[in-house]
C-alpha cells in the first residue's frame, strides 16, 4: 500500500503546475537540439537517474532518522502525519505556504544534451523542484520516515521517483501524441489538485490514527 501510494505521488507531481507546463523545455534538452530519438530517450534516462538517486539518499536518511525514534512510534505517526495534513491543505488550496510555490526554472537555451550532463541536471533540477513539489514529495518523505530502516526509506522514494521518471521517458518519445491528455490536465488543474489534496489529507489522517500501518500490514 505505501510503494503504490508513493508511485502515485510521483505521478501526481508530474502532471503538477511545477513540472507539466515546462515539459516541452526538458524534452528539448533531451533532444539536444535534434530530432527525437534514441539520444533522447537515453538523455531523459539520465536525467531520471540523476533525481532518483538524490531522491533515494534523501529517502535512506529518512529512513535513518525514523528508525532512531521506533520507541517513540506513535508520536512518530502523529508528527509526520499532521505534516502530510499541511501539505494535502495546502495543495487542495485551503492554506497557502508561500515556499512551496517556489521552483527554479531551466534555461530555454539549452545546449546538446548527453547521458551523464543529462543526470547531472537531474540530480540539480532536483533540489530546485523541491520546494514547488514538497506537497507530495515531502508526504513520500514523511513515510519514509515513518518506517523502520534506510533501505525501506529508499525504496519508497525509488519508488515515488519511477512514479516521476516514467512518464518523462515515455514523454521522450510520445510528446506530440500526448499533447491532448495535456492540454485536458492543464485545463482541469484546479479540481485534480483539490482531489489531490483532499488525497494527501487522508493519507496523514491514516498514519496519524496508526490505521495506515494496520492496513499495510493487513494487505502484505
Known sequence: MQYLITFLEGLVTFVSPCVLPLLPVYVLYFAGGREQGKGTVKNALGFV??????????????????????????AVNLITG??????????????????L???VKPDANVKPARFWPAV????????????????????????????????QGMLL?????????????????????????????KRHYRAI????GVFLILVGILMMTGLFSRIAAALA
Open 157 to 185: 522514494l525509488l519508488t515515488y521517483s519511477l512514479g516521476l521518471g516514467v512518464p518523462f521517458v515515455l514523454c521522450a518519445v510520445l510528446i506530440d501524441r500526448l499533447k491532448g491528455a495535456f492540454d485536458w490536465i
Open 49 to 74: 537517474l540523476g533525481f532518483t538517486l538524490l531522491f533515494m539518499a534523501l529517502g535512506g536518511f529518512a529512513g535513518t532518522l525514523g528508525s532512531l525514534f521506533t520507541r517513540h512510534q506513535t
Open 101 to 103: 510555490n517556489r521552483t
Open 193 to 196: 489538485n483539490l482531489v489531490c
Open 120 to 151: 547531472l541536471f537531474g540530480a540539480v533540477f532536483a533540489v530546485g523542484w523541491s520546494p514547488c513539489t514538497g506537497a507530495f514529495l515531502g508526504s513520500a518523505m514523511m513515510l519514509a520516515a515513518s518506517q523502520s530502516g534506510w533501505w
Open 82 to 99: 499532521a505534516i502530510v495534513i499541511i501539505f494535502g491543505l495546502h495543495y487542495a488550496g485551503f492554506l497557502r505556504i508561500g515556499f
